[in-house]
């Protein structure tokens, strides 16, 4: 539908402003601003330590912000605790895939009272077959794919990925994230992801934002990011470029 003069226009999905973020009132993140949109993948890049896991748990209710705001489809989130924002469509996988390796893979879906995980196995259909299978017992592969299983199922309005190639081969990435993008694109999912593996997030990312020591450098689309090489090394040592 096309909008008319006296339409307004909706709201990012998911909209950070001037957000400062830290631990014992040490920010590690400074007046962060991003938004990601229904439907859009966004990455967000930079080296070890410069904010980005903290930017996630700061959105997630994980960490209090010591300024600015976080807003879920126009929705302060202020107060709203990490369980309400879960039950409100925001749904984080951590870094270290946050799966219990003593359950089976059929028992980590009945214990987010899924009693049918077979939504699960349209994205993963490798999993279809390892329902009995302990996730201690899952090679590290498996074990990302059933992490984001668990995260797709809950038909998340704002799903965040943290490091998802972590202890993973390129390869096994360069699988797992189409999957990503694919759902995003059909659900209207908006999602936030964190990858050391630069140039395979920005082959499915529409934008990315540049953190470096905890402060934005660079936001461009994800096409003219990859074609800053000088950038992005500069980004993923650490290094600031003027």
């Known amino acids: 539908m096309a909008e008319s003069d006296g339409d307004v226009a909706e709201p990012p999905a998911l909209a950070l402003h001037r957000l400062s973020a830290g631990y014992e009132r040490a920010p590690v993140v400074r007046e962060l601003s991003l938004t990601v949109d229904p439907g859009e993948v966004v990455a967000l890049?930079?080296?070890?330590?410069?904010?980005?896991?903290t930017t996630l748990r700061a959105i997630s209710g994980l960490v209090k912000p010591m300024e600015g705001f976080i807003r879920l489809a126009g929705e302060d989130l202020a107060g709203?605790?990490?369980t309400a924002r879960v039950r409100r469509?925001?749904?984080?996988?951590?870094?270290?895939?946050?799966?219990?390796y003593g359950l089976t893979v059929g028992e980590h879906f009945r214990l987010d009272g899924l009693r049918d995980p077979e939504p699960a196995f349209v994205h993963f259909p490798a999993l279809r077959d390892l329902g009995d299978r302990r996730a201690g017992l899952?090679?590290?592969g498996e074990q990302q794919m059933l992490a984001i299983a668990r995260a797709l199922v809950r038909r998340p309005r704002v799903l965040l990925l943290d490091e998802l190639s972590l202890g993973l081969a390129p390869v096994i990435v360069e699988r797992l994230l189409p999957v990503v993008r694919e759902f995003a694109s059909t659900h209207g999912?908006?999602?936030?992801?964190?990858?050391?593996?630069?140039?395979?997030?920005?082959e499915i990312a529409d934008r990315g934002y540049v953190l470096s020591h905890g402060e934005m450098v660079a936001a461009d689309?994800?096409?003219?990011?990859?074609?800053d090489s000088a950038l992005l090394t500069a980004?993923?040592?650490g290094e600031r470029r003027d």
């Not at 469509?89 to 219990?100: L, S």
């Open 189 to 202: 999912t908006a999602v936030l992801l964190v990858e050391q593996h630069v140039h395979l997030a920005l």
């Open 221 to 227: 689309s994800a096409e003219r990011l990859r074609a």
């Open 89 to 100: 469509g925001i749904v984080q996988v951590p870094q270290g895939r946050g799966i219990f």
């Open 45 to 53: 890049i930079g080296a070890n330590g410069a904010g980005k896991t």
């Open 138 to 140: 899952l090679s590290g």
């Open 235 to 237: 980004s993923y040592l």
């Open 80 to 82: 709203v605790s990490p």
